[in-house]
């Protein structure tokens, strides 16, 4: 397993530019006019964060929310930030299957790289939905020249438990892409996912940050993962069941206090500059 010195390891944060209304597994999905858009205004509150602190962090975005907000990518290159790509339909990727997961990530990096110049080299899927059991992803995000992705998470539902919880590399039918989990603190009932989400938002700051300095210390990473509708405490929510409410929306009152003690407690890169820090380890 490689590991850094520990005195140059960085963290990544990296945020899902997806609107209050993309929850996946939900089947009903709705047609909102464009007054209803809140991703642009949640993605500026961050970029104003971000920039306050003077880091750099890694925005996956949906082809979908390029599309509909067609300067919003360019802004976020222009503030010195990573985009990578989030898909296009943030539909599941089993479900997609392989051909169409190809014309997704396809069509996505072409409104990206339009947009912005940029072509992404960093792919997350929706719901983590890329793990062991889909290779045949993995092989596709390869040949299509993505140098790393970041959708295998290391829990029970929603990933492989038993997963690794640190950078590592996987063998594609074409080369290597480096894979970079999400982190998870370990605990006696398993991982818990006090990287992002609902966890983020519910488990005690001082155990994410523990969490997050036991890996630094020790050579790792932690990254870290947020959704534009997290600073978004008065937002329209979809009428969900009550476990899928308390996961996509749940606790977000506190959400930008927390991102700010991270932003004051640790070091931070892009993602991109954390795969080439540990290829070249």
């Not at 850094?4 to 390891?9: F, G, I, K, R, S």
């Not at 290159?77 to 989030?86: K, L």
């Not at 299957?97 to 960093?122: L, S």
């Not at 020790?218 to 899928?244: I, N």
Request: charged share 20%.
């Amino acid at each position: 397993m490689k590991r850094l010195d520990p005195e140059n390891v960085h963290n990544a944060l990296t945020i899902d530019v997806e609107d209050w209304y993309h929850v996946s597994n939900y089947e009903a999905k709705p047609v909102l006019p464009p007054e209803s858009r809140r991703v642009r205004q949640n993605v500026e509150r961050i970029l104003a964060i971000l920039a306050e602190y003077h880091i750099k962090a890694t925005f996956f975005m949906l082809g979908s929310v390029a599309e509909e907000e067609p300067t919003l990518a360019g802004d976020i290159v222009r503030d010195g930030h990573e985009i990578a790509s989030h898909g296009y339909s943030h539909t599941l990727v089993p479900r997609l299957g392989p051909n169409n997961f190809r014309d997704e990530i396809r069509r996505t990096a072409e409104v990206i790289g339009r947009q912005t110049g940029c072509k992404p080299v960093g792919f997350r899927a929706p719901q983590w939905s890329i793990g062991p059991g889909i290779s045949w992803a993995v092989d596709i995000l390869q040949e299509e020249g993505y140098l790393y992705d970041s959708s295998y998470n290391p829990l029970p539902f929603v990933g492989d438990r038993k997963g690794p919880r640190t950078p590592f590399a996987i063998a594609t039918t074409g080369g290597s892409i480096v894979e970079v989990p999400p982190m998870v603190t370990p605990s006696p009932i398993g991982n818990l996912p006090t990287g992002g989400g609902w966890g983020f938002r519910f488990f005690p700051l001082g155990l994410i940050t523990h969490t997050a300095r036991k890996l630094n210390n020790g050579g790792m990473p932690a990254v870290f993962y947020l959704h534009p509708r997290e600073m978004d405490p008065s937002g329209p929510r979809l009428s969900l069941p009550p476990l899928k409410s308390f996961a996509a929306y749940g606790t977000r009152s506190d959400a930008e206090g927390r991102l700010r003690h991270l932003l004051q407690s640790l070091k931070f890169c892009t993602m991109r500059q954390l795969v080439e820090k540990w290829e070249a380890a």
